[in-house]
T-cell receptor, first 114, second 113 residues
Framework: DAMVIQNPRYQVTQFGKPVTLSCSQT?????MYWYQQKSSQAPKLLFH???????NEADTPDNFQSRRPNTSFCFLDIRSPGLGDAAMYLC?????????????FGEGSRLTVL | KQEVTQIPAALSVPEGENLVLNCSFT??????LQWFRQDPGKGLTSLLL?????REQTSGRLNASLDKSSGRSTLYIAASQPGDSATYLC????????????FGSGTKLNVKP
């Protein structure tokens, strides 16, 4: 059973038209992450939440925002997508604190910008 | 800063061969190391998690080893099959700045029938 669920799996938008990607988890993990992955590259961390605490990476463009209304859900908002934002967006979760520290991913949302 | 490198970037082998994928990291102060598999257009699937106190972990035909002092991990795949074709990534979690993971760019494996 899927434990980290991302919607939609595929999103096509026009240049400059806002997009929201969603992630939900059934693992009750404290920490939720958003990564951007371009072809043949390592996933790049955009930001993460530890409970309600938001942690932005220094090089994440202002165009990218996130919301976490509750433990189970997290959203990625791209306010004005450019052609360079076309990528796979991956949501991941892990348990906070010093447990096993395993990272779990969803299936990803592929964003195409026309 | 933690840097993670995976060599080679791509590997093609005939079916049945045993093979080793490499992952190296620059900061040995790690909490754990995780190996993932990624199929085209999909998310990352966890294969093995090896804690910093462990030397190896096994799951089926997969065996991951960890040598913290030398900053290296290997993923050994026995008797490779065409279904093993995918990109394999490693990720390191440091023992401080605990909630960040550092990824390699992956090794793209092709197992030929």
């Amino acid at each position: 059973d899927a434990m980290v669920i991302q919607n939609p799996r595929y999103q096509v938008t026009q240049f400059g038209k806002p997009v929201t990607l969603s992630c939900s988890q059934t693992l009750n993990h404290n920490v939720m992450y958003w990564y951007q992955q371009k072809s043949s590259q390592a996933p790049k961390l955009l930001f993460h939440y530890y409970d309600k605490d938001f942690n932005n990476e220094a090089d994440t463009p202002d165009n990218f925002q996130s919301r976490r209304p509750n433990t189970s859900f997290c959203f990625l908002d791209i306010r004005s997508p450019g052609l360079g934002d076309a990528a796979m967006y991956l949501c991941a979760t892990s348990r906070g604190g010093r447990g096993t520290g395993e990272l779990f991913f969803g299936e990803g949302s592929r964003l195409t910008v026309l | 800063k933690q840097e993670v490198t995976q060599i080679p970037a791509a590997l093609s082998v005939p079916e049945g061969e045993n093979l080793v994928l490499n992952c190296s990291f620059t900061d040995s102060a790690i909490y754990n190391l995780q190996w993932f598999r990624q199929d085209p257009g999909k998310g990352l699937t966890s294969l093995l998690l090896i804690q910093s106190s462990q030397r190896e972990q096994t799951s089926g035909r997969l065996n991951a080893s960890l040598d913290k002092s030398s900053g290296r991990s290997t993923l050994y795949i026995a008797a490779s099959q065409p279904g093993d074709s995918a990109t394999y990534l490693c990720a390191v979690r440091r023992s401080y700045n605990f909630n960040k993971f550092y990824f390699g760019s992956g090794t793209k494996l092709n197992v030929k029938p």
